[in-house]
C-alpha cells in the first residue's frame, strides 16, 4: 500500500482490497456470481454515496461491472482457522505483490449540482411565481412568472415548482437541488404528507411525473437568507411585481 492508502479507513481498505482483487481476477468476475464474505459491506459503502470522489467514483464503475453478493461474516472459531493455514500453508517463494495492472485509471467528473429555489404567492389581484437558479459557479438566473388563473398559495407553490422542473430540462440541469419556502409542499412532494385536497392532487402529479432522480430535497430554506439582494426577496408583496 502506498503512504495514502495507509490512511483509509477500515471500511475504504476493504474497498481498496476488492477493487484490488476484481483486477487482478477479472476474467473470474466476468464469467462467475462472486460472493463478498466480509464483516462490512464495501459495495454498499459505495453505492450509497450521494457524492463521489475522484477515488470513490473509480471504485464504483469497477465495482459495477460485476455481479458481486455481499454475504456478512459468521463468527470463525480459532481452531478451524488454525487448521485451514496448517492445511494450506503458502510457498517458501510465494511473494505478495501490491503492484496494480498497467490499466489506465477510470475517473468520471463529479460536478457540483445546481440548486433551484421556487415560491409562488397568490395576492388580491394576480397570482405570480419566482424561480431561481444558481449555477455550480454561482450565476444567477431568475425567472418570474403572472399566472392568469386566480389560484390558492399551495397552487401557485406547485406550479412555481412544475414551472422550475420545465426549465431545468430545458437548460439539461444534470443534477438538482430543490429549496422551498413552503415545508408543507416538499413534505407532500416527499410523500411526508398526504395531499387531501382534490385540487391540490393533480398539481402533485404533475410534479411528480417532472421529478427527476437526481434531484434533492434538503428541506425548507428561505430564499432570502440564502442569498442577498432584492432580486432573492421572494415574499408577498413582490411576486406580483
Given at each position: 500500500m502506498?503512504?495514502?492508502?495507509?490512511?483509509?479507513?477500515?471500511?475504504?481498505?476493504?474497498?481498496?482490497?476488492?477493487?484490488?482483487?476484481?483486477?487482478?481476477?477479472?476474467?473470474?468476475?466476468?464469467v462467475?456470481?462472486?460472493?463478498?464474505?466480509?464483516?462490512?459491506?464495501?459495495?454498499?459503502?459505495?453505492?450509497s454515496?450521494?457524492?463521489?470522489?475522484?477515488?470513490?467514483?473509480?471504485?464504483?464503475?469497477?465495482?459495477?461491472?460485476?455481479?458481486?453478493?455481499?454475504v456478512?461474516?459468521?463468527?470463525?472459531?480459532?481452531q478451524?482457522?488454525?487448521?485451514?493455514?496448517?492445511?494450506?500453508?503458502?510457498?517458501?517463494?510465494?511473494?505478495l505483490?501490491?503492484?496494480?495492472?498497467?490499466?489506465?485509471?477510470m475517473?468520471?467528473?463529479?460536478?457540483?449540482?445546481?440548486?433551484?429555489?421556487?415560491?409562488?404567492?397568490?395576492?388580491?389581484?394576480?397570482?405570480?411565481?419566482?424561480?431561481?437558479?444558481?449555477t455550480?459557479?454561482?450565476?444567477?438566473?431568475?425567472?418570474?412568472?403572472?399566472?392568469?388563473?386566480?389560484?390558492?398559495?399551495?397552487?401557485?407553490?406547485?406550479?412555481?415548482?412544475?414551472?422550475?422542473?420545465?426549465?431545468?430540462?430545458?437548460?439539461?440541469?444534470?443534477?438538482?437541488?430543490?429549496?422551498?419556502?413552503?415545508?408543507?409542499?416538499?413534505?407532500?412532494?416527499?410523500?411526508?404528507?398526504?395531499?387531501?385536497?382534490?385540487?391540490?392532487?393533480?398539481?402533485?402529479?404533475?410534479?411528480?411525473?417532472?421529478?427527476?432522480?437526481?434531484?434533492?430535497?434538503?428541506?425548507?430554506?428561505?430564499?432570502?437568507?440564502?442569498?442577498?439582494?432584492?432580486?432573492?426577496?421572494?415574499?408577498?408583496?413582490n411576486?406580483?411585481?
Amino acid at each position: 500500500m502506498i503512504p495514502n492508502e495507509l490512511n483509509y479507513s477500515p471500511i475504504e481498505k476493504l474497498c481498496l482490497a476488492l477493487v484490488f482483487a476484481i483486477q487482478k481476477l477479472k476474467y473470474y468476475f466476468q464469467v462467475h456470481t462472486v460472493h463478498q464474505i466480509s464483516k462490512a459491506n464495501p459495495i454498499k459503502y459505495v453505492m450509497s454515496k450521494l457524492v463521489l470522489s475522484d477515488r470513490l467514483a473509480s471504485w464504483y464503475l469497477q465495482l459495477q461491472q460485476f455481479e458481486i453478493i455481499y454475504v456478512p461474516q459468521k463468527a470463525i472459531k480459532g481452531q478451524i482457522l488454525a487448521d485451514f493455514l496448517a492445511e494450506h500453508p503458502l510457498p517458501a517463494e510465494w511473494e505478495l505483490s501490491d503492484d496494480l495492472p498497467d490499466e489506465d485509471v477510470m475517473k468520471i467528473e463529479i460536478r457540483p449540482p445546481w440548486t433551484m429555489y421556487f415560491d409562488g404567492a397568490a395576492h388580491q389581484e394576480s397570482v405570480g411565481t419566482r424561480v431561481v437558479f444558481i449555477t455550480p459557479q454561482q450565476d444567477m438566473l431568475s425567472y418570474s412568472f403572472t399566472l392568469s388563473q386566480r389560484c390558492s398559495n399551495n397552487m401557485a407553490e406547485y406550479q412555481a415548482f412544475i414551472l422550475g422542473l420545465e426549465i431545468a430540462i430545458e437548460l439539461s440541469v444534470p443534477q438538482l437541488k430543490v429549496y422551498g419556502d413552503s415545508q408543507l409542499i416538499l413534505n407532500q412532494l416527499t410523500g411526508k404528507y398526504e395531499v387531501r385536497k382534490p385540487e391540490l392532487m393533480k398539481k402533485q402529479e404533475d410534479a411528480l411525473a417532472g421529478l427527476a432522480s437526481s434531484i434533492a430535497y434538503p428541506g425548507k430554506e428561505s430564499m432570502a437568507s440564502q442569498m442577498t439582494g432584492d432580486g432573492l426577496s421572494l415574499t408577498t408583496s413582490n411576486m406580483g411585481d
